[in-house]
């Protein structure tokens, strides 16, 4: 794994990316960005490289699965995408994963979940 990896969470809604850019940093992680910004989440996922994405599904404009078709029709080597989301419907999560999300987190999530699933997937990132 890099020894800084830089983690990129996307989330429209400000309280969110606080809890969890805290959580990254309570498990070490300090090379995080955050974007309430789909658009310029998608910019920075395609020019600044992240190592890891954390990805809300329902954000104004610009929502999480069409960041996702976005990525996939460019089929660019893109890193690890998880959905962190307090969307519950079955059909949505399935879509995410469809189009390449790694995973999906429910909010509230629980810090430790959130960290080992980060871990991993930085792990197996490299």
Partial sequence: MASNPKILVIDDQNVNLILIEKALRSGEYQNIVTTSSPEDGLD???NDKPD???????????NGIEILEHLKSLSQNMPPILIVTSENSENMQQKALEAGARQVIKKPFQRAELLDSVRQWLAFAY
């Fill in 52 to 62: 890891l994405v954390l990805l809300d599904l329902i954000m104004p404009r610009l």
């Fill in 44 to 46: 920075r996922i395609l």
